[in-house]
């Protein structure tokens, strides 16, 4: 049986009777009198008043109303953060922003706002990448046994040929093939059920949003959507993990060449059961949720002659004594991390407004950092010869893994790590090293979904791998003086740092042309980093003297 609701009013009269109706905007239960009186008064009788069973529907969404940072009621929203702000927010975080205005300005006809419609429709659509994702799981499993039964029978057809002494061969290599089928099973298993979760999750989210939409308040439509909005983009980054560590696989059954000279009884084995893993390609459907007060740019594989940079803001590493940045990285939260590489074991953080947040302490004295998923960060020491995968929410070190040998720059991609030491080592996300690739450079590296980009800062050139090592183009050009940090869009453009030069150029993803992008002011610019959600780009230099944020602006 559902609780009772008191009438706000009258419980503040402290007598007790149950609400008939609810007030969106004053946030209590009126009885029947109440409400006469509430419909009566000047400055409550605009209000709007939704019966209690309506209001039960959205009881259970959480919106929040307080300041999380100084726990008072959010009033004002700057539309250039795109954020809601207390009374404490505005003179100090917000005091030159030009456009704040009366939360209840902003979220006028919130109720027909884009960014609603945009969530509503992000929810839709990873609803339905997640059902594709659960087809390709079942679809998968269902070849793996088809598979499965058509080398059964090789191996059958096989046995019938040769001679009884083979039994115990068979069985072994049954055993194998059971075992293999059996594991790839288990590994889609795990993805169908993380899938299902992710989808009983955003249901529950469309759900919400359609409760809201429907009885909410403007206000509370208005928080609430940004407030979901983080969710979804939350699962969405999940899912997105998830994908990128998917994989069909392709049964083979290899015969031992020596099965045809069964007589001499010099067959040790009576063949190979061999699993490909090779990617799925699901045609996985991107969708970014436009806020409603801001436009946020999508990248395309432009030329690189038309895309140009927005400073978004000045970060004021100078400020901080004992300054040696080598590697940055863009967090999911929009955090901006330094290595700072002192001796003093630290990673420096900044908010997306540039100003310092706090040092995190780490093991040794960091070289560089790339982001893993939305709670771990990789991070690389140099000559100590490891690097780790940290847990930078909660300060722990995950694993630390010995490279044999000096480890500098490191790059994501599909869910494997690359780092690069005299060759690029390349890991899974869990540290275990899969391959090494003939990939040469100085420091730096940066990882797309099919390539891998090197600097040399001794011969003034830029290279492009396949993942196999080959080489597949090699840029070099009079205005990239000694190339040192680089990064990479989605596209395969790739960010470079000029030490000498002292600038900053994109090369097309061809590697054929290119565009000088910045000309920087700083003595040593050092380190760049991408943000492919974000489309944000950080650049460093290394004593901090010219260290910006900018918007990559793809027309």
Same mark, same amino acid.
């Given at each position: 049986?559902?609780?009772?609701?008191?009438?706000?009013?009258?419980?503040?009269?402290?007598?007790?009777?149950?609400?008939?109706?609810?007030?969106?905007?004053?946030?209590?239960?009126?009885?029947?009198?109440?409400?006469?009186?509430?419909?009566?008064?000047?400055?409550?009788?605009?209000?709007?008043?939704?019966?209690?069973?309506?209001?039960?529907?959205?009881?259970?969404?959480?919106?929040?109303?307080?300041?999380?940072?100084?726990?008072?009621?959010?009033?004002?929203?700057?539309?250039?953060?795109? /954020?809601?702000?207390?009374?404490?927010?505005?003179?100090?975080?917000?005091?030159?922003?030009?456009?704040?205005?009366?939360?209840?300005?902003?979220? !006028?006809?919130?109720?027909?706002?884009?960014?609603?419609?945009?969530?509503?429709?992000?929810?839709?659509? !990873?609803?339905?990448?997640?059902?594709?994702?659960?087809?390709?799981?079942?679809?998968?499993?269902?070849?793996?046994?088809?598979?499965?039964?058509?080398?059964?029978?090789?191996?059958?057809?096989?046995?019938?040929?040769?001679?009884?002494?083979?039994?115990?061969?068979?069985?072994?290599?049954?055993?194998?093939?059971?075992?293999?089928?059996?594991?790839?099973?288990?590994?889609?298993?795990?993805?169908?059920?993380?899938?299902?979760?992710?989808?009983?999750?955003?249901?529950?989210? /469309?759900?919400?949003?359609?409760?809201?939409?429907?009885?909410?308040?403007?206000?509370?439509?208005?928080?609430?959507?940004?407030?979901?909005? /983080?969710?979804?983009?939350?699962?969405?980054?999940?899912?997105?993990?998830?994908?990128?560590?998917?994989?069909?696989?392709?049964?083979?059954?290899?015969?031992?060449?020596?099965?045809?000279?069964?007589?001499?009884?010099?067959?040790?084995?009576?063949?190979?059961?061999?699993?490909?893993?090779?990617?799925?390609?699901?045609?996985?459907?991107?969708?970014?949720?436009?806020?409603?007060?801001?436009?946020?740019?999508?990248?395309?594989?432009?030329?690189?002659?038309?895309?140009?940079?927005?400073?978004?803001?000045?970060?004021?590493?100078?400020?901080?004594?004992?300054?040696?940045?080598?590697?940055?990285?863009?967090?999911?939260?929009?955090?901006?991390?330094?290595?700072?590489?002192? /001796?003093?074991?630290?990673?420096?953080?900044?908010?997306?407004?540039?100003?310092?947040?706090?040092?995190?302490?780490?093991?040794?004295?960091?070289?560089?950092? !790339?982001?893993?998923?939305?709670?771990?960060?990789?991070?690389?020491?140099?000559?100590?010869?490891?690097?780790?995968?940290?847990?930078?929410?909660?300060?722990?070190?995950?694993?630390?893994?010995?490279?044999?040998?000096?480890?500098?720059?490191?790059?994501?991609?599909?869910?494997?790590?690359?780092?690069?030491?005299?060759?690029?080592?390349?890991?899974?996300?869990?540290?275990?090293?899969?391959?090494?690739?003939?990939?040469?450079?100085?420091?730096?590296?940066?990882?797309?979904?099919?390539?891998?980009?090197?600097?040399?800062?001794?011969?003034?050139?830029?290279?492009?791998?396949?993942?196999?090592?080959?080489?597949?183009?090699?840029?070099?050009?009079?205005?990239?003086?000694?190339?040192?940090?680089?990064?990479?869009?989605?596209?395969?453009?790739?960010f470079v740092i000029g030490r000498k030069s002292r600038n900053l150029i994109l090369i097309q993803h061809s590697g054929k042309t290119y565009k000088n992008l910045l000309n920087l002011e700083g003595d040593f610019p050092s380190a760049v980093c991408y943000n492919k959600d974000k489309n944000t780009v950080?650049?460093?230099?290394?004593?901090?003297?010219?260290?910006?944020?900018?918007?990559?602006?793809?027309?």
């Amino acid at each position: 049986m559902a609780s009772v609701i008191p009438c706000g009013p009258c419980l503040y009269d402290e007598t007790h009777q149950n609400a008939r109706q609810w007030c969106t905007s004053c946030e209590e239960g009126l009885c029947d009198e109440c409400e006469k009186t509430h419909k009566k008064t000047k400055t409550s009788r605009d209000h709007k008043l939704i019966s209690i069973d309506d209001y039960r529907k959205i009881e259970d969404v959480a919106i929040t109303f307080i300041c999380s940072d100084h726990d008072k009621k959010l009033e004002w929203f700057c539309k250039s953060h795109d /954020k809601a702000l207390c009374v404490v927010c505005l003179p100090t975080e917000h005091r030159s922003c030009s456009d704040v205005i009366p939360i209840d300005v902003a979220a !006028t006809n919130a109720r027909q706002s884009i960014a609603i419609s945009d969530l509503q429709e992000a929810i839709g659509v !990873t609803l339905r990448n997640i059902r594709l994702c659960v087809n390709s799981r079942n679809t998968t499993t269902k070849d793996i046994e088809k598979q499965e039964k058509d080398i059964r029978k090789i191996i059958r057809n096989t046995r019938t040929k040769i001679n009884s002494h083979l039994d115990e061969l068979e069985e072994k290599l049954m055993e194998t093939l059971v075992s293999a089928s059996k594991t790839c099973k288990s590994k889609c298993q795990k993805f169908l059920q993380q899938f299902h979760s992710h989808e009983e999750k955003l249901r529950k989210l /469309k759900d919400q949003v359609l409760q809201i939409k429907e009885f909410a308040s403007d206000v509370q439509v208005f928080l609430g959507t940004r407030q979901i909005d /983080k969710l979804v983009m939350s699962e969405i980054e999940s899912i997105k993990t998830a994908t990128d560590s998917i994989y069909d696989y392709k049964f083979n059954m290899i015969l031992n060449s020596d099965v045809q000279k069964l007589s001499n009884g010099v067959v040790k084995n009576f063949g190979e059961i061999q699993v490909a893993e090779h990617d799925s390609n699901l045609d996985i459907k991107e969708l970014k949720i436009e806020q409603a007060q801001m436009q946020q740019n999508v990248q395309t594989a432009s030329n690189v002659a038309d895309i140009e940079l927005q400073l978004i803001t000045k970060v004021n590493i100078k400020n901080e004594r004992h300054l040696l940045i080598t590697g940055c990285a863009i967090l999911p939260n929009g955090h901006l991390l330094v290595a700072n590489k002192t /001796k003093n074991k630290n990673i420096l953080e900044y908010s997306e407004e540039g100003n310092f947040i706090g040092g995190i302490e780490v093991s040794a004295d960091p070289f560089d950092i !790339t982001v893993l998923d939305l709670d771990r960060i990789a991070i690389t020491y140099g000559v100590n010869r490891f690097f780790e995968i940290f847990n930078y929410r909660n300060g722990r070190v995950e694993k630390r893994i010995e490279t044999g040998g000096s480890c500098w720059g490191l790059s994501q991609s599909n869910g494997k790590i690359y780092v690069k030491l005299d060759q690029v080592e390349v890991f899974d996300i869990t540290g275990k090293k899969l391959c090494t690739l003939a990939a040469e450079g100085e420091f730096y590296t940066s990882a797309s979904k099919n390539n891998i980009f090197c600097s040399h800062f001794l011969n003034g050139t830029v290279c492009c791998y396949d993942m196999n090592g080959q080489e597949v183009w090699k840029f070099h050009d009079d205005s990239l003086e000694h190339p040192y940090g680089l990064a990479n869009d989605r596209s395969g453009n790739v960010f470079v740092i000029g030490r000498k030069s002292r600038n900053l150029i994109l090369i097309q993803h061809s590697g054929k042309t290119y565009k000088n992008l910045l000309n920087l002011e700083g003595d040593f610019p050092s380190a760049v980093c991408y943000n492919k959600d974000k489309n944000t780009v950080l650049v460093c230099d290394q004593y901090g003297g010219d260290c910006a944020l900018y918007r990559v602006l793809y027309k």
